[in-house]
Structure formats: C-alpha cells, structure tokens
C-alpha cells in the first residue's frame, strides 16, 4: 500500500477534508435516493406543485396591473422604514446624531416623510388602493 499519500493527509488544512467528507456524503446520498427509490410516475407526481391547491388554468395568465403597483408601493414604504428606523433610534442618544445636527437631521426626515405622504396621496387618488 503505497503509504505517501497517508503521510501527506494530516498536512491538509482541516477544512478542506471537512469539504471533502461533506461532499462525498452528498453526492453518496444523492446516488442512493437515485438507484434506491421508488420510480412509480403517476399524473400527481407530475402536477407542478402550487402551495397544495389543484392548479387551474395556465400558468402564463397576465396578472392585473394593480398588484405589481401594491407590490412597488410595498417596497417604498419598506425602505422608507429602512430609512426611519436608524434615525429613530440614534436621534436622542448620546452615541447617535451630534446635538447641533439633530434638528437639521429632523427637518430632512421631516421632508423625506412629507415626500413619501405626497407618493401615497398619489397613489391612493389614482385608484392604486380601489379593488373591483
């Protein structure tokens, strides 16, 4: 048995024989689940999977504009939390804003608010808001 190549074996960093034997267990178990499991196909098997429900009609439907618009709105008011969150939190601590800048701080927080309420007043009286 040639013995160099388990000579050389505790000079490998342990992290690459952990990546090693992590690999082989996968790849072990990924064959076994291939060569060992059962191969019965039936048309529940092939239904793609939809949260349970039968899926009805195709896939390819065009959905209707407003939940792309609900969803974008979604995103604005989440980064706008983003946003305020921070500043809530450091503006009346001792390690957060400097005291000379906490009232310039709110002003602009003030604004950004103000400039998000003019985007949902928008939205709203475009009917984003209104389902039929």
Known sequence: MDTSLLSNLPSLPPLFVYGAI???FVVTNLALAHLL???????VKDMPYESGMDPVGDARQPFDIRFYLVA???LVFDVELL???PWAVSAYSDLGIPVELRDTVFGIMLIFMATLALAWIYAWRKGVFRWR
Do not use: H, Q
């Open 22 to 24: 992590l690999v082989g």
């Open 37 to 43: 499991g059962p191969r019965r196909r039936t048309a």
């Open 83 to 85: 946003f305020l969150y």
């Open 72 to 74: 974008i709105l979604f």
